[in-house]
């Protein structure tokens, strides 16, 4: 049948289409400082994975007479600290910590957010003013206060700054699933599907949770940046992770008396915290550029 | 004719609006669709046609309970859809499906054309993974479309297409009824002459009934044995597509007939043009809602609604011309007058 | 040739997405005497509305751009035109009423508001006579109680009467050409009626051409004198709506007007289609763009693109098996089968 071939026909012509479009991969790596930021955080990735092979000292031997030393002096590549212990390889180490703590504080968030934001929006009424109302005094605590309570009642350790920073962030993601989740809600094929005798269960994991992933995970990477700021922000006051363990923000810390003697602490550490968020966040932005509905997904 | 399939009764739903004042309930509320009642017989297609606004869309949505009626009842195969329980309905569900206005909203764009038509079969829990692939490919040929594109996603395919995937995801569970809502006002003329098409052949070849609903008159009068015209949530006039067509009983389906664009450049149209449009459902004119648009309003028509009555052939129509002597309506020519002058 | 108010030639207009080229216009030709309707009808992405819109250069630049052609309009050509000399023909001489209307009012200034600014911006009128004559407009178009609805906003009037401002707005400098993009089809019916009827009764009260877009023969039939069927980009036939309608020459027109369904098509009958959907104008299309659909397309089709001729006074049309000699059969068996093409 001629019609049959015509079909056929359209098919070929928006496949041919389909193919001279650009992959989602190939429209961040066009955009220069997206690919900058994957970069960046790749190199991040590799150096928290194999920090015992790119260190050059162990992070935690101390030797005070070679305490402060200067960038490249007796072979300390970025110099040593008050206890003479080797910055470059502290922040080397510092990486897992704050990996661990951004991604597995968002992962915390996103989840329990994602779950409450999607309850919320999806059923609406009553439920979703409770959930959304406690979402807004969570978010009206003060994060530093919220922290300190935590860890005073958990007691110090990383578990208890990922829960403690993990809970920070579950009302921003319960805001934004559950904007997503009242936009996808009304489109026509949620009400075909619910035509079709679904329930809801089916309705929100095959439909609802799928078609409102993008802005999920736009968000997601950004707020993996913050949660490595808050990290740093938590051990800088001394809540973080016990010493000896290395962190980027307990460097700073210590760092910060000495800041006139030798400022290599600081500036380094710093400096690490400062690269590591804006490629995060560069990278970030042009993930959102590339989901963007209006440039096709 | 045969039994009736579906026979609706006096169904009504009322929106409760927001009031202004929190946490006090409103007294207003938008009467969407109020007392509509009727039968649909085996194989037929009952076309509603209206303006926006007229309570179409939300009488389709009720009758296969998808929003749940304020009153009135639904009966299926003698057995009435509203106030059963849960369960009991989502089987009832199987004989009653949808096909929706906009192929593009309506396919979701994250799952394949075969996951999508399959899916029905998968909520009902009929089938296992190999006879629901058969079934799949074998609807895709049904409507026109090849079995091997069941792993494409929709927006891979043209509107034309996408109409078509979703009338085969309506046909998985071997419906009895399938409500069209405006299933082709969405696409072009000649894609719509497609899937009008396809409709058609797909009735005759598994005995479907249709629902189908359309502010496009012409399809309508194509597509279907008998129409209801609606106006502000109610039913004012039903028939048979000729009964209506070419003898309508109420100013108001006259009018709407008249403002059919011409046929050709030649054609002289004697128009009713209404005033004003379709007034808000909120605060709907006292007596008969149609009053202030019509050309033939009498005093009584301010005051009373008139009931629908019936005026022979299973024709009904409300209005309070049909109680006066010399109806002016009668004055104006219908086709069926115009044959009945050329007979003579 | 005073007559002539406008004259396109050529008109190409193409869109970039990326490495994505559309050919959304593809040299379009076409001229309109003072006082004369011309309809330009098509399908979804026919290109009538860029073609419309490109008119009064309201392209977005990017994504698209004028890319050849001239458009003569009173001996100017809009496209060496600057921005400024532009923008004093858009809405004065030159004005348009889009689809939508209950988008294209601004929601937060009230209705008289936005007629009077566009009064003010052509016109040397101070604000009370500017008033005056939006109030003068809004009565000409139909609007009942004119001074009271002066001070409403868009969302107190139905999408008819919106529709009406719309009007009220295009016609207040009084433009010596109506660009009329799909204007009814999101109304209802029995306002598409009124709203028809009102274009058609200020056409003879104001010395007006309108280009009316639309999709619907049916408007074309109610308000034209000549049309433009418009095909992937491309016009394939262009005549006297009467020309057009009783001795149509290109099969594309044919599958355009047996598809449509009318009061004289029996229910018992098959409808009449085109079988696919119009090609996609970001690939190479060589040859006729119908080709692919037309059930008289023989291998010339696929390789040369046809040129416009003058098949009567007229009437044009592109089409390789209409010429003067020779001319196809309407009626004549449809060739079903295509295997005889190789494409």
Not at chain 2, 183 to 207: G, T
Not at chain 2, 274 to 299: K, Q, T, Y
Not at chain 3, 52 to 58: I, K, N, W, Y
Not at chain 3, 64 to 90: C, N, P, Q, V, Y
């Amino acid at each position: 049948m001629t019609s049959i071939q015509a079909e056929e026909e359209i098919v070929k012509t928006m496949e041919d289409k389909r193919k001279k479009e650009q992959s989602l991969f190939r429209k961040l790596i066009k955009n220069r400082l997206a690919a900058f930021g994957l970069i960046v955080i790749f190199l991040l990735i590799i150096t928290a994975i194999f920090a015992p092979l790119i260190a050059t000292h162990n992070p935690n031997t101390m030797d005070v007479t070679k305490a402060l030393l200067g960038v490249g002096e007796q072979g300390y590549l970025l110099g040593t600290d008050n206890f003479g212990r080797d910055i470059f390889s502290r922040i080397v180490y510092g990486s897992r910590i704050s990996l661990i703590v951004g991604i597995a504080a968002v992962l915390f968030g996103a989840v329990i957010g994602s779950l409450l934001g999607v309850v919320a929006g999806y059923f609406g009424g009553k439920l979703d003013s409770v959930i959304m109302r406690f979402m807004d005094g969570l978010f009206a605590f003060p994060f530093i206060l919220l922290a300190i309570t935590l860890m005073t009642v958990l007691g110090q350790g990383l578990i208890n700054v990922i829960i403690a920073i993990g809970i920070a962030n579950v009302p921003g993601f319960a805001r934004v699933v559950r904007g997503q989740v009242l936009g996808v809600k009304e489109s026509e094929f949620i009400e075909v599907t619910r035509s079709l005798g679904a329930k809801h269960r089916r309705i929100i994991f095959q439909h609802v949770l799928p078609n409102s992933l993008a802005p999920i995970i736009v968000y997601a990477t950004m707020s993996v940046a913050g949660a490595i700021i808050s990290e740093a922000a938590l051990s800088f006051l001394g809540l973080g992770v016990q010493p000896p363990t290395a962190s980027w923000g307990s460097i700073l810390k210590d760092g910060k008396d000495f800041l006139v003697l030798n400022p290599n602490m600081a500036t380094f550490s710093g400096l690490s915290i400062l690269i590591t968020v804006l490629s995060i966040n560069l990278f970030g932005d042009g993930l959102r550029d590339a989901l963007d509905p209006k440039m096709k997904v | 004719m045969t039994e009736a399939i579906l026979k609706v009764r006096n169904l009504t739903k009322h929106f409760h609006l927001d009031s202004p004042i929190p946490f006090k309930k409103s007294d207003q509320s938008v009467k969407a669709v109020d007392g509509v009642s009727f039968d649909v017989f085996q194989g037929e297609t009952l076309g509603v046609v209206g303006e926006s606004g007229c309570g179409k869309s939300t009488m389709a949505r009720l009758v296969n309970q998808l929003i749940a009626p304020t009153k009135g009842t639904v009966e299926l195969n003698g057995e009435n859809l509203v106030d059963m329980n849960k369960e009991r309905l989502r089987v009832f569900r199987k004989t009653i499906q949808m096909v929706f206005q906009d192929p593009f909203a309506s396919l979701d764009p994250r799952k394949t054309v075969g996951e999508l038509i399959a899916e029905p079969l998968v909520i009902h829990k009929i089938g296992n993974k190999t006879s629901r692939k058969e079934r799949v490919k074998e609807l895709l040929e049904v409507v026109g479309l090849r079995g091997s594109h069941s792993g494409r996603y929709p927006h891979e395919f043209s509107g034309g297409q996408r109409q078509r995937i979703n009338i085969a995801r309506a046909l998985a569970l071997n419906p009895d009824v399938i409500i069209c809502d405006e299933p082709v006002s969405a696409l072009d003329v000649s894609v719509q002459a497609q899937v009008i098409n396809l409709l058609k052949k797909l009735q005759k070849d598994f005995n479907l009934t249709y629902i189908f609903i359309s502010h496009d008159l012409n399809v309508v009068r194509y597509m279907c044995d008998r129409i209801a015209v609606m106006y502000l949530g109610k039913i004012v006039e039903m028939g048979t597509y000729k009964e209506i067509y070419e003898d309508s009983k109420h100013p108001y389906t006259r009018a709407l007939l008249s403002s059919i664009p011409k046929e050709s450049p030649n054609e002289v149209k004697e128009r009713i043009i209404l005033s004003g449009s379709v007034p808000s459902p909120i605060n709907p004119p006292s007596g008969c809602h149609f009053h202030e648009r019509c050309p033939f309003a009498m005093e009584i028509c301010k005051i009373k609604s008139p009931k629908l009555i019936d005026v022979g052939n299973g024709h009904q129509s409300s209005c309070h011309l049909l109680e006066l002597e010399n109806n002016p309506l009668e004055a104006i020519p219908t086709k069926k007058k115009e044959e009945e002058l050329k007979c003579h | 040739m005073s007559d002539m108010l406008l004259t396109v030639e050529n008109l190409e207009v193409q869109f970039r997405s990326g490495s994505t080229l559309t050919k959304a216009v593809n040299g379009v030709s076409f001229s309109l005497n003072r006082k004369e309707n011309i309809g330009i009808v098509g399908e979804s992405g026919s290109g009538k509305s860029v073609t419309a819109t490109s008119l009064l250069r309201l392209i977005p630049d990017p994504p698209g751009k004028i890319t050849g052609g001239k458009i003569i309009f009173e001996d100017k050509d809009l496209l060496k035109l600057s921005d400024k000399a532009m923008r004093k023909i858009r809405g004065n001489e030159i004005s348009m009423i889009f689809q939508d209307p209950s988008t294209s009012l601004n929601p937060v200034y009230t209705v008289g508001n936005q007629i009077v600014e566009s009064i003010k911006t052509h016109q040397h009128l101070n604000r009370k006579e500017a008033k005056e004559k939006a109030v003068h407009m809004l009565e000409l178009v139909g609007i009942p109680e004119a001074r009271k609805r002066f001070s409403m906003y868009p969302h107190e009037f139905s999408g008819g009467m919106r529709q009406r401002v719309m009007i009220a707005i295009a016609l207040a400098c009084n433009p010596k050409l109506l660009i009329a993009d799909e204007p009814t089809t999101a109304l209802d019916v029995t306002v598409q009626a009124q709203i028809l009827n009102l274009m058609k009764d200020l056409q003879h009260s104001i010395d007006t051409s309108i280009i009316m877009i639309t999709h619907d023969l049916g408007v074309i039939w109610e308000t034209c004198d000549k049309v433009l069927v418009m095909y992937a980009g491309n016009v394939v036939e262009s005549g006297t709506v009467q020309e057009i309608y009783d001795n149509p020459l290109h099969p594309y027109t044919w599958g355009l007007l047996d598809s449509q369904i009318t009061e004289s098509v029996s229910s018992e009958e098959e409808l009449s289609t085109i079988p696919g959907s119009p090609p996609d104008l970001s690939l190479d299309i060589s040859g006729c763009p119908f080709a692919a659909r037309c059930p008289f397309a023989e291998e010339i089709c696929l390789k040369k693109t046809p040129e416009m001729i003058e098949a009567a006074e007229g009437h044009f049309t592109a089409c390789h098996f209409q010429t003067k000699e020779h001319r196809l059969d309407r009626k004549e068996e449809k060739v079903d089968d295509r295997s005889n093409i190789k494409s």
